[in-house]
């Protein structure tokens, strides 16, 4: 197995739950790829910011992301 290129940190709080984080997680899921890894963090602490993303390694952070479409067109895959 390869190791994954992007890791993708889903915050998934009670804030970030309100605005869909577990339908974007499990959509990202279901798309599958050994380039990425996908896991959660319970919160970042930038609640009111919409489902906050943080992708490594660059260690960008991402506000207000509303499906996994957006999380896709970051990481051009």
Known sequence: ???AEKLIVICNGRACKKYG???IIQ???KIGND???ITTKYCFG???????VLILPE???YPNINNEKE???LLKI
Request: hydrophobic share 30%.
């Open 27 to 29: 959509a990202l899921k």
């Open 21 to 23: 984080s577990d339908r």
């Open 1 to 3: 197995m390869n190791k």
């Open 35 to 37: 380039r990425i890894k």
């Open 71 to 73: 999380i896709i067109n």
């Open 59 to 61: 260690g960008q952070f």
């Open 46 to 52: 930038k609640c009111g910011n919409g489902v906050t």
